[in-house]
């Protein structure tokens, strides 16, 4: 009789199994070795490739194209870049609603990346169509008195195609790691592992897109053509949709889970509704998952949380009136945790009000250091060849892939040694440093700003070479705020409110982009005297204004706010201290951590 390895025996019975939490693309229960895995991963991953490469080869370099074809003045063209990647952020909070709540991630997906491709499509329609840009004129900058700017038609359509790719961009991005993840079963440690690996090539494929942005699609947009630029983004897009269109059969589908903003608008109404109503001396006679269990509700695996002092007022959501608990709807009666995990939401805001900053400091780095790499020598020794001011932005880019490995491999084993943290820095130690170098990056800016502005006042171009500091400090500071920033929210967030930490990273992006848009109105009003755009620090000609005062104002403004971040640190009690205080222990999965 042949005999079985007890090994073989294992694995042939996982080959076999059915998963219990995910399903097929026909609603049966996913089997193991014919769903999921790398190949449905891989093909995931090349829509985020094409949606990372569309976005930034879009953003880094329409300033000059706003200026120098549309006419526009350089804070007009300026707000546009910010207000187009800050809504691009601010729509992945409606695209991870409609995926958690209605669509599903699968769908979401698919819907929004033929979104972008159709915005992307109307771009390259608006570079085409001359009728749809000004008459050229003679000044290539566009800023000259017979450089007529885009009229309302000409910008409706260029605003109709931005607006069309940031929503599919906000569709795309909030669900493909998500949905990425999605086809690795957690509950087995072999396919743990490679979800862990999958978010490292899931950063990769960020990295990667975002290269072949700032090079390949700027150089094509500046020497062969715009259209083409845009065309390619718009082939690869498609290209891209049909290639997860056809892992549909192959993919895992989990069920719809409902999104945490619901849960905080049902705390929030149920509070309000109820705020009349006395609280409670006792905590423990608010209603909570013991009295919903009983009262047949589903409660999600939820695990029950201790009661907090603070936010008092919300406590009335979980207040019990006359009518029974089981004709009650959430919006007018909450668990006791369900409170408590908004709390928990709350303790986190002034943390994730004073990271809003930094990304508006990165904001420069796609929008007047771009317009300092203009009129700079961008010639490489002898050749000829000319770098195109969009491409500066490789060297931020550069600097946050170096920046990971140096902290991992040489940073963090020291910080070990002198802390005792297994992580190195925690991670609001490393949002700390992410905000200090951006405010070193700041000042640099504004130092060689300075010394540019000086040497083209005696007829000197100094080489772009010269902008490296700020792009390099910048970009490491993004790298240590964006690991603490993503760190943090997923470890504080509660367990049933995971998909709020990526929410809560993407706002503070999109705000920092907008607050931008803010201050480049205001400074430009105030200093521009009334002027149609040819005075001020943010002068239309930047020879003409005082750039490096704005970047000191944004480096005083960043030094005050990292003041504000550092209380609110300090004051800060991370969630494993707080619960092992109430003698609660945080199990494996909750601690653990993953990276986006």
């Known amino acids: 009789m042949d005999t079985v390895l007890p090994e073989t025996a294992v694995e042939a019975g996982k080959q076999g199994a059915t998963l219990t939490d995910a399903w097929d693309y026909k609603g049966r229960p996913a089997a193991r070795a014919s769903t999921g895995g790398w190949g449905c991963a891989a093909m995931i991953l090349g829509a985020e490739l094409f949606e990372r490469m569309t976005t930034l080869g879009i953003a880094v370099n329409l300033v000059p194209y706003m200026t120098g074809t549309m006419h526009l003045g350089s804070a007009a063209a300026t707000n546009t870049v910010t207000n187009f990647i800050g809504t691009s952020f601010m729509l992945c909070l409606l695209g991870g609603f409609i995926a958690d709540t209605y669509l599903g991630r699968y769908l979401t997906i698919a819907v929004f990346c033929a979104v972008q491709s159709a915005g992307v499509i109307v771009l390259t329609i608006s570079t085409v169509a001359p009728t749809l840009r000004p008459a050229p004129c003679g000044d290539a900058t566009g800023q000259s008195a017979d450089c007529v700017p885009a009229n309302g038609t000409q910008l409706g359509v260029l605003y109709l195609g931005l607006y069309m790719t940031a929503l599919g ?11 990425g993840s999605d086809q690795f079963d957690e509950s087995d440690g072999g396919e743990r592992k490679k979800m862990m690996r999958f978010f490292n090539w899931f950063y990769f494929f960020v990295s990667i ?12 947009q500046d020497n062969v053509g715009r259209r083409y630029g845009y065309g390619i983004c718009a082939v690869g897009i498609l290209a891209g949709l049909g290639v997860f269109l056809s892992g549909t059969r192959k993919y895992r589908f989990k069920k719809l889970v409902g999104s945490p903003l619901t849960q905080v608008a049902a705390v929030t109404a149920a509070a309000w ?26 409660l999600k695996g939820k695990l029950k949380l201790p009661h907090s002092k603070e936010c008092r007022f919300l406590d009335h959501a979980a207040v019990i009136d006359r009518e029974s608990p089981a004709a009650k709807s959430k919006w007018a009666l909450c668990t006791r945790t369900d409170v408590e995990e908004v709390k928990q939401v709350v303790r986190m805001l002034p943390i994730w009000a004073t990271t809003i900053m930094f990304w508006t400091i990165h904001a420069q780095m796609t929008t007047f250091a771009v317009e300092q790499a203009s009129v700079m020598d961008r010639a490489i020794g002898g050749s000829g060849f000319l770098i195109p001011a969009g491409s500066l932005t490789v060297f931020l880019i550069g600097s946050i892939l170096l920046t990971v490995p140096l902290y991992d491999r040489l940073v963090a084993p020291i910080a070990r040694r002198i802390t005792g943290n297994p992580q190195g820095l925690s991670p609001l130690q490393r949002v700390f440093v992410g905000l200090f170098l951006s405010i070193t990056g700041m000042a640099a800016a504004a130092l060689i700003e300075r010394h540019r502005l000086t040497s083209s006042t005696r007829g000197a171009t100094l ?7 700020q792009f390099l400090l910048v970009g490491a500071g993004e790298a240590f705020t964006y690991m603490g920033q993503l760190d943090f929210f997923l470890r504080e967030c509660p367990k049933g409110m995971k998909t709020m930490s990526t929410g809560l990273f993407l706002s503070t992006c999109a705000l920092g982009f907008f607050f931008s848009t803010l201050i480049v109105t205001i400074v430009h009003k105030v200093t521009g005297h009334g002027t149609k755009g040819g005075g001020g620090w943010l002068a239309n000609n930047i020879n003409q204004g005082r750039l490096d005062y704005f970047y000191w104002l944004l480096a005083v403004m960043s030094a005050i706010n990292l003041c504000f971040f550092t209380v609110a640190a300090r004051r800060y009690v991370y969630k494993e201290k707080r619960l092992a205080d109430a003698g609660i222990q945080l199990a494996d999965e909750e601690a653990m951590v993953v990276g986006h």
Do not use: E, H, I, W
């Open 273 to 298: 509704s109820k705020r009349a109503l006395p609280l409670p001396s006792d905590p423990s006679m608010l209603y909570d998952v013991d009295d919903a269990a009983a009262a047949g509700a589903d």
């Open 463 to 469: 080489t772009v070479f010269l902008l490296m500091p």
């Open 169 to 179: 961009t906000g569709g795309l991005k909030s669900s493909v790691s998500g949905f």
């Open 209 to 220: 897109g975002a290269l072949l942005a700032v090079t390949v699609l700027v150089y094509v």
